[in-house]
């Protein structure tokens, strides 16, 4: 019978940590597949947390570089940062639909609301 458990957990943590938390380059330096490492992450649900704790880590440098990028006043960083942390005071980009054909304008849309199949009791 074949044996399931053929690396370690420390195993699987440390290849998981060398490779900053990316799976893939994970599985390439134990010579496996992202299926055996997601099984592990399955039963083992400490390397999850790894996995978590890496990707968080990282999101803070990220998030501190752009930080300094806002203070030292770079203008794509500026609008990011309002874009996704300051939509709630209204920096936010609006899309506009056109919703004509050509030189006319659509009057009218209907919309039909189709009951699924097999929910008769639905009202």
């Known amino acids: 019978m074949a044996n399931k458990n ?17 799976i893939s380059i994970a599985c390439k330096s134990l010579g496996c597949t992202r ?4 099984n ?3 039963k083992y649900p400490e390397l ?7 990707r968080e880590h990282y ?7 752009l930080i300094q990028k806002v203070k030292d006043g770079n ?3 500026l609008l990011f940062y309002l874009k996704t942390i300051g939509k709630t005071r209204g920096y936010v980009e ?3 639909i056109d919703l004509s054909s050509g030189d006319d304008q659509i009057k009218k849309i209907e919309i039909e609301i189709i009951k ?6 639905t009202k």
Do not use: H, R
């Open 6 to 22: 053929k690396y370690t957990l420390e195993q699987i943590k440390d290849a998981i940590n060398k490779a900053g938390g990316f």
């Open 35 to 38: 299926k055996t490492i997601y």
């Open 40 to 42: 592990y992450i399955e």
């Open 48 to 54: 999850k947390e790894v996995v978590n704790d890496i």
């Open 59 to 65: 999101l803070d440098i990220a998030e501190a570089s």
């Open 75 to 77: 203008t794509p960083e």
């Open 94 to 96: 609006k899309q506009q």
């Open 116 to 121: 699924p199949k097999g929910n008769e009791n």
